[in-house]
């Protein structure tokens, strides 16, 4: 299968993951803050041509989602090492991650659909998190906003949080009425669940 230009921003984005670490650890700022910035415009980019020509493909709903998690993840643990975000935020992002990720393994492990729309809760903790990582880039290299990003960080961990028990909550609710509609279709035709075909006494 060809990749077509989508998919290919999408590896770029991928591949200038461990440029942006390397540009971090080494304390090249400005590098790393130009090439986060170029990755957020590849990002629109790629959403964009796919869009307008009618190149969305079913690898590109895989590699997008999953450039942008990498480029933020890796922005959030490499700025906490050379101590530009606390700790403690950061080990918030990864947990809520795993938990989606997980709560999203075991939603699928258990009725064998995986239908979830990404929540309006969880696109504003995204772009906050973007807002966040660009201000300390930005922070670091001209050595300005520093009461901006302490803001960010507050706002990113409420957003964090919410997001994350949101997405807690939705899959708890969906999660009975998918076993249930599993357990319906896995019935041979004409039969009916038992619990319904009982009759009252």
Known sequence: MAVNPP??????RIFAVPVFIWMMLERHESWALWIFIAAGVTDALDGYIAKRFN???VLGSYLDPIADKLLLVSGFITLTVVNGMPLWLTLLV????LVIIGGAVVFHLMTSRLEMDP???????TATQIVLLTAALVRDTFQMGHGLVEGLIWVTAATTVTSGLWYVIEWSQRLTPAMEAQAHDALPPGEEPRDSARKPS
């Open 7 to 12: 998919n290919a921003l999408s590896f770029l």
């Open 55 to 57: 190149m969305q493909t």
């Open 94 to 97: 990864v947990t809520r991650d």
């Open 119 to 125: 929540l309006w809760i969880s696109k504003l903790n």
